[in-house]
C-alpha cells in the first residue's frame, strides 16, 4: 500500500509538471499565433497598394493633421479602457486599473485590426485575466458585457444623428431604404428598451440556459457614454486627416463613418477592409476627389490600426519573454 502510494504521488507529480509545461507551451504558441495574425494583418491590408502610392498618399497630408489624428487615436484607445473597467464593475470585482488598461489596449488593438472581436479579442482578455486569478466564469461575463457596450455607442449616436440628420443610401448598397432615418428610429428604440429594462427588470432573465442580468442604469448610462464617445473619436480621427478644404462638417461626416462602419463591422471582414471605404467613397466622392479620400483613409487605417497594433504586439512580445524568464527561474 505504502508503495502504491509513493508510485500515485510520483505520478501525479509528474502529471502536475507535464501539465505546467503544456499551459507554458500553449501560452507561447498563442503569443506566436497572434504574432502571425498580425503580420497577415498589415500584410493584407497593404497588398493592394504599392510603396509608392502609401507615400504619395501620406505626403499629401500636412503633419499637423496627422499630429492631431494620433493624438485623438491616443484618447480613443484610453476611452476604450472603460468598457472592461464597467465590465468589472458589473460583476462586482475589482482589478489593478494598469492590468485592466494593458489587457484591454492588447484586446482592442488585435480586434479592432483583425477583426473577430469574439474571437482575438476574448483569447487576450482569458489569458490576460485567468493569469490574475479571474475566474472563467467573470471573464466571460466581462466579454459579453464589453461586446454588448461596443454596440451601445453606435446605436446611440448613430441613432441620433440619423434621425436628426439623415443620409442618401447609395443604390449600390441595396437596402430596403433610400435614407438612413428609419435605421435612426430602430437604433433609438433598442437603446430605449435596454435603458427602461435595466431600470425595471432585477431579477436574471434565462435565455437558452444562460443567465443574463440587466446592469444597474448608473452602469447602463455610463456604457451608453464611454462607447459613444468611442464612436465618435474614432470618426474625429478620419476627419482630421481629410483634407483641409472640405466643406464636409464633423456632424455630416458623423454620420457617414457609422453607416461605413456598421457596414463593416456586419459583414465582419478584418477592420472593415473593402466595405468601410466603399462606402465611404460612394457617399463622399462628389464633394472630396476619391484619391485625396483614398489617401485619408490609408492614413486612417496606418494611425488607428496600424499603429496601435504594432505596439500591441511588441507589449505582447515583451509580456512572453518575462513571462518565459519567470517560468524559468521558478
Same mark, same amino acid.
Given at each position: 500500500?505504502?508503495?502504491?502510494?509513493?508510485?500515485?504521488?510520483?505520478?501525479?507529480?509528474?502529471?502536475?509538471?507535464?501539465?505546467?509545461?503544456?499551459?507554458?507551451?500553449?501560452?507561447?504558441?498563442?503569443?506566436?499565433?497572434?504574432?502571425?495574425?498580425?503580420?497577415?494583418?498589415?500584410?493584407?491590408?497593404?497588398?493592394?497598394?504599392?510603396?509608392?502610392?502609401?507615400?504619395?498618399?501620406?505626403?499629401?497630408?500636412?503633419?499637423?493633421?496627422?499630429?492631431?489624428?494620433?493624438?485623438?487615436?491616443?484618447?480613443?484607445?484610453?476611452?476604450?479602457?472603460?468598457?472592461?473597467?464597467?465590465?468589472?464593475?458589473?460583476?462586482?470585482?475589482?482589478?489593478?486599473?494598469?492590468?485592466?488598461?494593458?489587457?484591454?489596449?492588447?484586446?482592442?488593438?488585435?480586434?479592432?485590426?483583425?477583426?473577430?472581436?469574439?474571437?482575438?479579442?476574448?483569447?487576450?482578455?482569458?489569458?490576460?485575466?485567468?493569469?490574475?486569478?479571474?475566474?472563467?466564469?467573470?471573464?466571460?461575463?466581462?466579454? $459579453?458585457? %464589453?461586446?454588448?457596450?461596443?454596440?451601445? &455607442?453606435?446605436?446611440?449616436?448613430?441613432?441620433? +444623428?440619423? #434621425? !436628426?440628420h439623415p443620409l442618401n443610401i447609395p443604390t449600390q448598397l441595396h437596402l430596403p431604404f433610400t435614407t438612413?432615418?428609419?435605421?435612426?428610429?430602430?437604433?433609438?428604440?433598442?437603446?430605449?428598451?435596454?435603458?427602461?429594462?435595466?431600470?425595471?427588470?432585477?431579477?436574471?432573465?434565462?435565455?437558452?440556459?444562460?443567465?443574463f442580468r440587466f446592469p444597474g442604469l448608473p452602469i447602463s448610462f455610463m456604457q451608453i457614454i464611454i462607447?459613444?464617445?468611442?464612436?465618435?473619436?474614432?470618426a474625429a480621427v478620419l476627419y482630421a486627416l481629410l483634407p483641409n478644404n472640405t466643406a464636409l462638417s464633423?456632424?455630416?461626416?458623423?454620420?457617414?463613418?457609422?453607416?461605413?462602419?456598421? $457596414?463593416? %463591422?456586419?459583414?465582419?471582414?478584418?477592420? &472593415?477592409?473593402?466595405?468601410?471605404?466603399?462606402? +465611404?467613397? #460612394? !457617399?463622399?466622392?462628389?464633394?472630396?476627389?476619391?484619391?485625396?479620400?483614398?489617401?485619408?483613409?490609408?492614413?486612417?487605417?496606418?494611425?488607428?490600426?496600424?499603429?496601435?497594433?504594432?505596439?500591441?504586439?511588441?507589449?505582447?512580445?515583451?509580456?512572453?519573454?518575462?513571462?518565459?524568464?519567470?517560468?524559468?527561474?521558478?
Amino acid at each position: 500500500m505504502t508503495m502504491l502510494c509513493q508510485g500515485n504521488g510520483i505520478f501525479a507529480n509528474r502529471f502536475l509538471r507535464m501539465s505546467k509545461k503544456l499551459q507554458i507551451n500553449f501560452s507561447s504558441l498563442f503569443g506566436l499565433l497572434l504574432l502571425a495574425l498580425s503580420v497577415w494583418a498589415i500584410a493584407n491590408e497593404l497588398h493592394e497598394y504599392n510603396y509608392h502610392d502609401i507615400l504619395a498618399a501620406i505626403a499629401a497630408i500636412s503633419p499637423q493633421s496627422l499630429v492631431w489624428a494620433i493624438v485623438l487615436t491616443a484618447f480613443g484607445y484610453l476611452i476604450m479602457v472603460g468598457y472592461d473597467i464597467l465590465g468589472f464593475a458589473y460583476i462586482h470585482r475589482s482589478l489593478n486599473w494598469r492590468k485592466i488598461a494593458l489587457t484591454n489596449f492588447i484586446s482592442s488593438s488585435f480586434s479592432n485590426t483583425i477583426g473577430f472581436a469574439l474571437l482575438t479579442g476574448s483569447a487576450i482578455r482569458y489569458r490576460f485575466y485567468s493569469r490574475w486569478q479571474v475566474s472563467p466564469i467573470a471573464i466571460a461575463q466581462i466579454i $459579453a458585457f %464589453v461586446n454588448f457596450t461596443f454596440w451601445l &455607442g453606435m446605436f446611440t449616436v448613430a441613432g441620433l +444623428i440619423f #434621425l !436628426i440628420h439623415p443620409l442618401n443610401i447609395p443604390t449600390q448598397l441595396h437596402l430596403p431604404f433610400t435614407t438612413v432615418r428609419p435605421l435612426g428610429v430602430i437604433f433609438l428604440g433598442l437603446i430605449l428598451i435596454y435603458l427602461i429594462s435595466s431600470f425595471t427588470i432585477k431579477q436574471p432573465l434565462i435565455i437558452r440556459a444562460h443567465e443574463f442580468r440587466f446592469p444597474g442604469l448608473p452602469i447602463s448610462f455610463m456604457q451608453i457614454i464611454i462607447s459613444s464617445l468611442d464612436w465618435m473619436f474614432a470618426a474625429a480621427v478620419l476627419y482630421a486627416l481629410l483634407p483641409n478644404n472640405t466643406a464636409l462638417s464633423y456632424l455630416d461626416f458623423l454620420g457617414i463613418y457609422l453607416l461605413a462602419m456598421f $457596414a463593416g %463591422v456586419v459583414s465582419n471582414v478584418p477592420g &472593415g477592409l473593402g466595405v468601410f471605404e466603399t462606402v +465611404i467613397l #460612394l !457617399i463622399i466622392s462628389r464633394q472630396i476627389s476619391a484619391a485625396a479620400v483614398l489617401g485619408s483613409m490609408l492614413a486612417y487605417r496606418g494611425v488607428y490600426y496600424f499603429l496601435p497594433l504594432l505596439l500591441a504586439t511588441c507589449l505582447l512580445i515583451l509580456d512572453e519573454i518575462i513571462g518565459n524568464r519567470k517560468q524559468k527561474a521558478e
